[in-house]
Structures are given as structure tokens and as C-alpha cells.
């Protein structure tokens, strides 16, 4: 039973290639989350889900799309990738209620050259 | 900004001491929570403690939580080795903020 598991776990690109990194979870948690961690700014977070088919922005969502057919994925594309989107990116879920414990992916390290 | 703050920023002790971090907010206080990360991994949820609380123990983790102060603080009793780790708080609102966290070097 993995409970929530992120691909890839390494990832390089090139600027202006579209990529998505996905996320799993085999708990049906109500929330999933995207964050991503940068030196200096802690974990900010980019889009978040409360259940199927209901998305919203977080902090700083330019440069990404989400979308959640099924309650257990999650992913987060990145259409047109930046240098500046180089970071690592934590999925994370939640139970019933925003306020909740959240559970995160062990992240992806996405490299944009 | 609803970001956390914690300080200090680094923390480095020896084995068996005490560590103490704190967090504060500018906005309200509601449920507050403290995660750790290990290096490399993601964030591994250790406590939380709710607006109407003031103190809340989990084996060597102490929090206690100052909702005048828009504060709360993360005491970690006879540290180990292994609670080198970076701590975050975060006040779970309809959205999740993270502050930069502490880093705390525990020496052997």
C-alpha cells in the first residue's frame, strides 16, 4: 500500500517543453494538493483539488494546469516549461475538510535547461 | 501575507539537549500544525493543535499555542540524531501556507 506516490521522481526538460508529473493516491482523500519548494521561499503552494472535477488556484499558479478526473490522480502539467519553474514539486492529500492533516509525496526534482 | 514565520531560521545543538522553534502569523490563528522534512523527502505531519488549545504533547514534542500572540512554538525534549530535520507550521485556513522552516542540525 504506497498511499500517495509522485512520478517522476527526477525529471529534466527544456524550456518551452510541455511536462506533467503525476500523483497517486490510493486513500480517496478528499483533498490533493500541488506544492513546489525553492530555496528561499519555503513550500508554496500552486493548485489545489477538494474532490473530483473541483480545482482552484493556490499562490502562484501561472505556468500550470491541473485537472482531476478521478479522485486518486492529480496531475500537474506544466504547458510551456521556464527555467524558472526548475524546482521540486510535493503532491500532497488531505481528508474531508481543507483544515485537515495533509499527507505528501515523497516529490519530483523537475530541472528546466 | 498569510505565510508562517519561523525562527530561528537554523538551529544547531548536541545530542540530548533541548531544540525550540517558533512560529507566528500575521493573520488569525486557527488549527495550527508543525511537519517535519528530512532532507530529500517529503513533509511528515508530527502534531496539530487547535485555536481553542494551548498545549499539546506527542512523545518528546511539546507545541503550545498563543492565539493573542498569533504564535505557537514546537519544543523537542532530549534530542536525537535523527531530528535533523527542517520543522514547518503551517495555520490551516482554506488555504495552506508554509513558511521557509527551521533547519535543525542535531550533533552526535
Known amino acids: 500500500d504506497a498511499g500517495i506516490t509522485q512520478s517522476p521522481r527526477y525529471k529534466i526538460t527544456e524550456t518551452g517543453r510541455q511536462v506533467t508529473l503525476m500523483c497517486h493516491q490510493t486513500?480517496?482523500?478528499?483533498?490533493m494538493f500541488w506544492y513546489r519548494q525553492d530555496l528561499g521561499h519555503g513550500l508554496r503552494l500552486i493548485y489545489y483539488?477538494?474532490?473530483?472535477?473541483?480545482?482552484d488556484k493556490g499562490e502562484v499558479p501561472d505556468g500550470y494546469v491541473v485537472s482531476r478526473s478521478k479522485t486518486e490522480n492529480f496531475p500537474l502539467t506544466l504547458e510551456s516549461a521556464t527555467r524558472s519553474q526548475t524546482s521540486v514539486y510535493f503532491c500532497?492529500?488531505?481528508?474531508?475538510?481543507?483544515?485537515?492533516?495533509?499527507?505528501f509525496g515523497p516529490g519530483t526534482r523537475l530541472t528546466v535547461l | 501575507s498569510q505565510q508562517g514565520e519561523e525562527d530561528p531560521q537554523a538551529l544547531s545543538i548536541q545530542e540530548g539537549e533541548n531544540a525550540t522553534m517558533n512560529c507566528s502569523y500575521k493573520t488569525s490563528i486557527n488549527n495550527l500544525q508543525w511537519y517535519r522534512q528530512n532532507s530529500g523527502r517529503g513533509l511528515v505531519h508530527l502534531i496539530l493543535?487547535?485555536?481553542?488549545?494551548r498545549e499539546k504533547h506527542s512523545g518528546r514534542l511539546r507545541v503550545t499555542l498563543d492565539t493573542s500572540k498569533k504564535s505557537s512554538s514546537l519544543l523537542i525534549t532530549a534530542s536525537r540524531a535523527a531530528d535533523t530535520a527542517s520543522y514547518f507550521c503551517?495555520?490551516?485556513?482554506?488555504?495552506?501556507?508554509f513558511g521557509t522552516g527551521t533547519s535543525l542540525t542535531v550533533i552526535p
Open positions: 486513500w480517496s482523500h478528499s483533498y
Open positions: 483539488s477538494a474532490a473530483a472535477d473541483i480545482t
Open positions: 500532497a492529500t488531505g481528508g474531508g475538510a481543507a483544515q485537515d492533516t495533509q499527507y
Open positions: 493543535i487547535r485555536s481553542n488549545e
Open positions: 503551517t495555520n490551516t485556513g482554506n488555504q495552506f501556507y
